[in-house]
């Protein structure tokens, strides 16, 4: 089976520039995540998906940051403008179940360093 | 926000032994999970130990959990090499458990 699959693995912008990462599930898993790991500290939760809907999104910092999953499989995490304070591993994750034990699959992630 | 507060931050040991890693949280929660980060790597789900067990075991790894501390504990026996890593706890709440909230993390490295 193969994984979740993420891309680019890293990317440098300058800060103000926009960037978008990109994400594949693993084939048929409803929930998709993405989360924000700052060096150092663990995974933050970004935003959940269940199919193409938003479940969460509280921790989104929704004036810059923007996530869709169209069609309910691929999804793009979107940066516009970046802040210094964004340069982080962006991973996404996958989850099969739809209830209440989830274990979730994680992806290689894309580190993003911002000038 | 992050829930879990693992401890210790860092462990050093030597190959063979065994390693200890602590994890506290604050609220009520439906399972706890482990998982693993190799460096530049993604997680890797280990166990999932659910509120109303109080001990898991797969392999070499020993996972408890003390809901009335608020408390978990991962016990990695015989530790190889390849055991070096970063470990998190990940509580999911009982309201909207599929959300899981990480902690720092330890970071792990066995010495040969």
């Known amino acids: 089976e193969a994984g979740v699959a993420q891309s680019p693995r890293y990317k440098i912008i300058e800060k103000r520039q926009s960037v978008a990462f990109w994400c594949n599930p693993i084939s048929g898993h409803a929930t998709l995540y993405w989360y924000q790991q700052i060096l150092g500290q663990g995974p933050k939760l970004l935003i959940q998906?269940?199919?193409?809907?938003?479940?969460?999104d509280s921790q989104l910092p929704k004036d810059r940051f923007s996530a869709e999953r169209l069609k309910g499989v691929d999804s793009t995490l979107k940066i516009q403008p970046a802040k210094l304070e964004d340069s982080a591993v962006y991973l996404c994750?996958?989850?099969?179940?739809?209830?209440?034990?989830?274990?979730?699959?994680f992806g290689p992630g894309t580190r993003l360093t911002v000038l | 926000s992050q829930q879990g507060e693992e401890d210790p931050q860092a462990l050093s040991i030597q190959e063979g032994e065994n390693a200890t890693m602590n994890c506290s949280y604050k609220t009520s929660i439906n399972n706890l999970q482990w998982y693993r980060q190799n460096s530049g790597r993604g997680l890797v789900h280990l166990i999932l130990?659910?509120?109303?067990?109080r001990e898991k075991h797969s392999g070499r790894l020993r996972v408890t959990l003390d809901t009335s501390k608020k408390s978990s504990s991962l016990l990695i026996t015989a530790s190889r090499a390849a055991d070096t890593a970063s470990y998190f706890c990940?509580?999911?709440?009982?309201?909207?458990?599929?959300?899981?909230?990480f902690g720092q993390g330890t970071r792990l490295t066995i010495n040969p």
């Open positions: 998906f269940q199919n193409n809907g938003v479940v969460d």
């Open positions: 994750a996958s989850s099969p179940l739809v209830g209440p034990y989830n274990e979730q699959f």
């Open positions: 130990i659910r509120s109303n067990e």
């Open positions: 990940a509580t999911a709440p009982i309201q909207g458990a599929q959300k899981l909230v």
